[in-house]
């Protein structure tokens, strides 16, 4: 039986591309193809051995536009109400608010969000940049941007750039950055209640403690940037978007 030739690198059968992308089993992905259900860069295929590019191939799949990615990094601009948790409880989980193929890859959330905290989170399924973006090692700061219940006053402000002790660490947790967001024509500023905070670890509730360790209270909380991404402004609560180059992301 004569041997199946070696496919160049970076190739496979486009019922394997199916699969691997989260379109179904393989068995699954086979029949869509036979069945004229699958595009690629515009013509029918109904071959499931055709051989393509495995990544950045421009597929429709019963209708619906795909590119491929090897490794999925998504953004998602997460709306309040949703859990960062492969199990949820009490609230649903924010693998609802992608597309099937993506939760069919069980993307990991790049640390977690509160359900009532909104903003910018990160879902990959590449195991080694999710370990790279979590890392206390790597250093990679989050910006947060908070509400609080209190005005906010420079002393708060220097006492979490010393560092605050929490219950659960001796050592002090210091903020990377931490200012008082004054609105425009608020001359003095003495009454804001808004506090931009840039941390470098991911500790459980680790901006509601910090805030609270120096005697206010986390009233809203939305994270607008990580490492060098910034939450685009058209990104609405609950969209998301592909991240291309995982250096975007990386300080």
């Not at 999925?72 to 948790?85: D, N």
């Not at 999710?130 to 790597?138: E, R, Y």
Request: charged share 20%; hydrophobic share 40%; proline share 9%.
């Amino acid at each position: 039986m004569a041997k199946k030739p070696r496919l160049p690198a970076g190739h496979a059968p486009l019922d394997q591309i199916l699969f691997a992308q989260g379109f179904g089993a393989r068995r699954t992905c086979e029949g869509l193809i036979l069945h004229g259900l699958v595009q690629v860069n515009g013509e029918v295929v109904d071959d499931p051995d055709a051989v393509f590019p495995e990544d950045g191939l421009v597929l429709s799949v019963e209708g619906q536009p795909w590119v491929t990615h090897v490794r999925a990094l998504v953004m998602l601009h997460k709306p309040p109400g949703y859990e960062c948790s492969l199990k949820p409880g009490a609230w649903p989980g924010v693998h609802n608010l992608l597309p099937a193929p993506l939760r069919q890859r069980g993307l990991q959330p790049v640390g977690r969000l509160d359900q009532d905290t909104t903003g910018l989170l990160l879902m990959t399924d590449d195991g080694p940049l999710l370990h790279k973006l979590t890392s206390p090692k790597h250093h990679v700061p989050k910006v947060y941007e908070v509400t609080c219940k209190h005005p906010v006053t420079q002393a708060m402000c220097d006492k979490l750039l010393k560092g605050v002790v929490l219950d659960d660490d001796p050592e002090p947790v210091a903020a990377a950055a931490a200012e008082r967001v004054v609105a425009e024509g608020d001359e003095t500023g003495a009454e804001t209640l808004h506090l931009r905070l840039t941390l470098l670890q991911g500790k459980y509730h680790q901006v509601k403690r910090m805030v609270a360790a120096v005697g206010n209270r986390v009233e809203g909380l939305h994270r607008s940037q990580i490492g060098r991404l910034t939450l685009p402004a058209d990104l609405a609560p609950g969209q998301w978007r592909w991240i291309d180059d995982p250096a975007v992301v990386l300080p």
